[in-house]
């Protein structure tokens, strides 16, 4: 089945250590989204890649970075400068032509030790 | 900034018809959508409609649009148990799909 996943569901992350959120898809989206969602807020977009090898900051980068390699993956890494990390983070896809919405990966929930 | 708005709770009962409604700001608003998100889970498209239209209607789901007032909501037909979640409104200011804009999210309990 086409979809988009996300690993794992809870991570657990000690002060000042990094952590790798991974995002895969098998859709042949050619773009791929990383949101934030906190509670009482609506999603807020941290990185998006458009295509292979390029990427591009959103709203609240600061302290997050991407990687997108391959096509069919966008893994997030957390850094210890996120200094309040705990959150929902949501992987997104789309074909990137602009006439349609996204698809969203399960998501994987944060939480700081 | 541009900004999306829901309230953020809403109640009903089982069989009775749920609206949640949303309200935006920029009247360049392309494409405006509700999502579904369970607990725990991602968020799941519902229906999205076109700013050239007024109305959609999917099963159960009904979408309005007012353009002029800036104004979405989402009437939910006989509600049942399995519709509680929160429902978030999106818009796309352009036809660029990293330009969604999304509300705080309204969280619809649906009693027995």
């Known amino acids: 089945d086409g979809g988009i996943t996300q690993s794992p569901k809870y991570l657990f992350r000690k002060e000042g250590q990094n952590v790798t959120l991974s995002c895969e898809q098998n859709?042949?989206?050619?773009?791929m989204y990383w949101y934030r969602q906190d509670p009482g807020q609506g999603l807020r977009l941290i990185y998006y890649?458009?295509?292979?090898?390029?990427?591009q900051k959103g709203d609240i980068a600061e302290g997050y970075s991407v990687s997108r390699e391959k096509k069919e993956s966008f893994p997030l890494t957390v850094t210890s400068a996120q200094k309040n990390p705990t959150a929902f983070y949501l992987c997104a896809s789309s074909t990137g032509t602009g006439q349609e919405t996204q698809y969203f990966g399960p998501g994987t929930r944060l939480l700081v030790l | 900034g541009e900004d999306v708005e829901q309230s953020l709770f809403l109640s009903v009962r089982e069989g009775d018809s749920s609206v949640i409604n949303c309200t935006y700001t920029?009247?360049?608003?392309?494409?405006l959508y509700w999502y579904k998100q369970e607990p725990g889970a991602g968020l799941q498209l519902l229906t999205y409609i076109f700013s050239n239209m007024d109305m959609k209607q999917d099963q159960r789901l009904t979408v309005l649009l007012n353009k002029k007032d800036k104004h979405l909501s989402l009437r939910i037909a006989d509600t049942q148990t399995g519709d509680s979640a929160i429902y978030f409104c999106a818009e796309s200011i352009n036809l660029v799909d990293n330009d969604m804009r999304f509300g705080a999210g309204t969280r619809l309990t649906v009693k027995p």
């Open positions: 890649s458009q295509i292979v090898n390029d990427f």
């Open positions: 920029d009247s360049s608003s392309t494409y």
């Open positions: 859709l042949n989206h050619d773009a």
